[in-house]
């Protein structure tokens, strides 16, 4: 008997939280993401602000900085970006600009804040309300372990 499996945005979140722990593992903040087309995972990528010296490499920064760089492809309407945790206006300004078609996160940057013990506010939804380009948005999906994984590294470390 044969069986289809179907990758869905759980499964594609989980491989974000995933890498959210390795960038732990790497001495970085715990922040990763995923770029999936067609079902398909096509590049992958980890907070590295510390280990790249670079305040601005962010998960998703570093993937569409990477991935654009690699393939010649800025243009991602076509695709997905999961993210362990909300994208801040930096990153979600780069989903404007390369027109990402859709947008999945786990914790919401209000999540982050509370950790961090500040009042926060969603910034890809103030970033996208207000610019040419409005990718589609699906917050919260496994949302409680992307906090689990936050709240572990933060209660140990400052952000930034």
């Known amino acids: 008997m044969c069986y289809k499996v179907t990758m869905n945005d759980d499964f594609f979140m989980e491989k974000a939280i995933e890498l959210s722990v390795k960038a732990v593992e790497n001495g ?5 993401a ?3 087309k067609d079902g398909v995972i096509v590049f992958t990528n980890e907070n ?3 280990t790249k010296h ?4 962010h998960a998703e920064m570093g993937l569409i900085r990477r991935f654009c760089e ?3 492809i800025t243009d991602l309407h076509e695709y997905t970006l999961y993210s362990s945790c909300e994208p801040c206006f930096m ?4 989903m404007v600009w ?3 078609g859709r947008l999945v996160y786990g914790a919401g940057n209000e999540d982050l804040e509370r950790i961090l013990g500040n009042d926060g506010c969603s910034c890809s939804k103030m970033v996208f309300e207000n610019s040419f380009w409005k990718p589609e948005v699906k917050a919260g999906v496994l949302r409680e372990k992307s906090i689990e ?8 470390h400052k952000k930034g």
Do not use: M
């Not at 970085?28 to 990763?32: A, D």
């Not at 990153?91 to 780069?94: F, I, K, Q, T, V």
């Not at 994984?149 to 140990?156: D, G, M, Q, T, W």
């Open 98 to 100: 390369t027109r990402l």
């Open 54 to 57: 670079d305040p601005t490499y």
């Open 149 to 156: 994984v936050l709240k572990s590294y933060f209660s140990n």
């Open 48 to 50: 590295q602000i510390y």
């Open 70 to 72: 690699e393939t010649g």
């Open 28 to 32: 970085n903040e715990p922040f990763g």
């Open 91 to 94: 990153c979600s300004g780069a």
């Open 34 to 36: 995923v770029l999936v």
